[in-house]
């Protein structure tokens, strides 16, 4: 099992361009989540999905789109970059909400110029 | 709302000494807590859960942490640490079914051990 990855690993954008963050996970959850880290602040909800088909709004969900077309990906995308979004970003799954563990990929650096 | 409080940012410390680092939580409701370790340039693997029952939750790599409903507290600890404990620390909860059982994370702690 490669559990839960994140591509690409690394990325620079320039202000206004889009990208999309792709996630994937082999372990057939449903619920799956996108995490912003930012220094000193912990990790911040952005989106979040309960299964294929779904999404919902989590902290900080201002300039980020997602979709969940098929259970095993969930794709964080972002229209039009801003410096402020330069971060790290984390996604991960879960079997079941609230008791069980959440396992997070390796995380995406990106940095808006 | 629910918040997590890491009481320090940054715990130095030496080889084979022990260690706490400390968590506070509020919450209307009752919540499940956790700690998650962060090594570097990696992602969130969890250390230790507790979701009810006895208060003192044992975990991986020797790390344990005692739930205080009290004190609203989630202190972890290591009776003696190792250099490849240097890490990022994080403490917390999950409430709420009707948002995802989502996690709401605290500060983080930098546990940095020195030989």
């Known amino acids: 099992n490669a559990g839960v990855t994140q591509t690409p690993k690394f990325r620079v954008l320039k202000t206004g361009q889009s990208m999309t963050l792709l996630c994937a996970q082999d372990?057939?959850?449903?619920?799956m989540y996108w995490y912003r880290q930012d220094p000193g602040m912990g990790l911040r909800l952005i989106h979040y999905?309960?299964?294929?088909?779904?999404?919902a709004k989590g902290e900080v969900p201002d300039g980020y789109n997602v979709s969940r077309l098929k259970k095993q990906n969930f794709l964080l995308g972002l229209e039009s970059a801003a410096p402020s979004q330069t971060s790290v970003y984390f996604c991960?799954?879960?079997?079941?909400?609230?008791?069980?563990?959440?396992?997070f990929g390796p995380g995406t650096r990106l940095t808006v110029t | 709302a629910q918040s997590v409080t890491q009481l320090d940012s940054q715990v130095p410390v030496f080889e084979e000494a022990p260690v706490e680092l400390r968590c506070n939580y509020s919450?209307?409701?009752?919540?499940?807590l956790f700690w998650y370790v962060q090594y570097p340039n990696q992602g969130l693997q969890l250390l230790l859960k507790?979701?009810?029952?006895?208060?003192l939750v044992k975990g991986i790599n020797g790390f344990e942490a005692e739930f205080n409903k009290s004190q609203t507290s989630f202190h972890l600890r290591k009776p003696s640490v190792h250099i490849s404990d240097t890490a990022e620390y994080f403490c917390?909860?999950?409430?709420?079914?009707?948002?995802?059982?989502?996690?709401?994370f605290g500060q983080g702690t930098e546990l940095s051990v020195k030989p």
């Open positions: 991960a799954s879960s079997l079941k909400p609230l008791s069980y563990e959440q396992y």
């Open positions: 372990m057939n959850h449903e619920y």
């Open positions: 999905s309960v299964g294929e088909g779904t999404t």
């Open positions: 919450s209307s409701v009752s919540v499940y």
């Open positions: 507790y979701l009810s029952g006895s208060t």
């Open positions: 917390a909860v999950s409430v709420s079914y009707n948002q995802g059982g989502k996690l709401i």
